[in-house]
Every structure is written in structure tokens, then in C-alpha cells.
T-cell receptor, first 114, second 114 residues
Framework: DSGVTQTPKHLITATGQRVTLRCSPR?????VYWYQQSLDQGLQFLIH???????AKGNILERFSAQQFPDLHSELNLSSLELGDSALYFC?????????????FGEGSRLTVL | AQSVTQLGSHVSVSEGALVLLRCNYS??????LFWYVQYPNQGLQLLLK??????LVKGINGFEAEFKKSETSFHLTKPSAHMSDAAEYFC????????????FGSGTQLTVLP
């Protein structure tokens, strides 16, 4: 158990819909990272927050947005869903601001768009 | 820009045999390098990391990796494979300084044959 909690574990929805994925980092970790894992794209970095502030953006679509709340949990919002958004979405946390230390990953939220 | 290339998307070894998973990196400055492992239906877990302190890095579960600057490589090895080593292995790179992305390779699926 990494200490990172992601909900929901599985989500099935239809094209055009909107979903919210939630992540609770390890106790004491200020950084939250979101990754998308799919068969064709592999593990893609989406976005990084540190103590409520956005620190870096990767290959995140404009239809996607995220935020980190004062209690440090984070949410990833995916809207106008397309079939290609079906993937495993991972959240990871760490103590420091830079990803030069260990990232602790949750078990992921599997999104299926029908 | 930083990137990693993992040679071989699938590797099969017999139980007790040497495990060698290959990773080559590309970066313009000294990198931080990592190996993560993903067991089925789980998140990623750190095996080991290179942060310039020593070129030979020992990790968990008997794995080790050697940083070779001249070859821009960071291959993962284990002298004797166990059935429990069957998983997907990811090499990852990030840079010191202003870089804030941890970039993952495409992964290598390790199968251990009895």
C-alpha cells in the first residue's frame, strides 16, 4: 500500500460526458502528479501540483483540468469525453517540489468511455 | 529535452536466469534516472534511482542498475529471476534544475518461465 488513494477504481461512461477523478496523496506529501496510461501512448505525464499551485503541464488536453485543494487532495476533471480517453489514470505524490525523488503511485482509476 | 528508450517491449527468461532490461536515455544535462515496476492491477513502485552519487545502484528485490554515461545507458539487472519478478518495468528520467517532468519509457513486460 503506497498510501495514495484514488477513487473511483473503475468508471464507465459515455462519449460527451464529464467525469471527476479524485486523489488523496500520502500524509505529508505536498506534490501531486497525474499520469495517463494507455496501450498506444504508454505513461503520459499530464500535470503536477505542489501545495495547491500548478507547477508543470505535460500532454494534457484542453478538455481536461485539474486542481489541488487546501487539504492537498487533487481532482482531475475530464470533459467532452471521447473514446480515445479510455485509459488508466494514475495519481502519484511526493514530498518535494521536483520529481527527483520517489513518486508514490496510487492504484489508478480505470476509465472506459463507450 | 529528455527521453528514455527501452529496448524490447517483452522479455522472457527462465526462473534462475539472469534478467537484463535495457534503457537508454537522452538528455543534455546530467539526469536523474529511475526504474519502476508495475505488478498487475497495481500502481508503479520504485525499484531504484540514480542521482549521481554512485554509478552502480542497488534497489529492492535484488535488482541493480549501472549508469554508463559513455553509453547513455541505465540497464536493469538481476542475477537470478524469480517467478514473482514477472511484471512490467519502466525506466524514467528527469533533470535537475528547472525541469519538472518525470518522463517514462514505453515499458518492458518481463515473463519468467518455470
Amino acid at each position: 500500500d503506497s498510501g495514495v488513494t484514488q477513487t473511483p477504481k473503475h468508471l464507465i461512461t459515455a462519449t460527451g460526458q464529464r467525469v471527476t477523478l479524485r486523489c488523496s496523496p500520502r500524509s505529508g506529501d505536498l506534490s501531486v502528479y497525474w499520469y495517463q496510461q494507455s496501450l498506444d501512448q504508454g505513461l503520459q505525464f499530464l500535470i503536477h501540483y505542489y501545495n495547491g499551485e500548478e507547477r508543470a503541464k505535460g500532454n494534457i488536453l484542453e478538455r481536461f483540468s485539474a486542481q489541488q485543494f487546501p487539504d492537498l487532495h487533487s481532482e482531475l476533471n475530464l470533459s467532452s469525453l471521447e473514446l480515445g480517453d479510455s485509459a488508466l489514470y494514475f495519481c502519484a505524490s511526493s514530498v518535494v517540489d521536483f520529481p527527483t525523488g520517489e513518486l508514490f503511485f496510487g492504484e489508478g482509476s480505470r476509465l472506459t468511455v463507450l | 529535452a529528455q527521453s528514455v528508450t527501452q529496448l524490447g517491449s517483452h522479455v522472457s527468461v527462465s526462473e534462475g536466469a539472469l534478467v537484463l532490461l535495457r534503457c537508454n536515455y537522452s538528455s543534455s544535462v546530467p539526469p536523474y534516472l529511475f526504474w519502476y515496476v508495475q505488478y498487475p492491477n497495481q500502481g508503479l513502485q520504485l525499484l531504484l534511482k540514480y542521482t549521481s552519487a554512485a554509478t552502480l545502484v542497488k534497489g529492492i528485490n535484488g535488482f541493480e542498475a549501472e549508469f554508463k554515461k559513455s553509453e547513455t545507458s541505465f540497464h536493469l539487472t538481476k542475477p537470478s529471476a524469480h517467478m514473482s519478478d514477472a511484471a512490467e518495468y519502466f525506466c524514467a528520467v528527469t533533470l535537475s534544475g528547472s525541469a519538472r517532468q518525470l518522463t517514462f519509457g514505453s515499458g518492458t513486460q518481463l515473463t519468467v518461465l518455470p
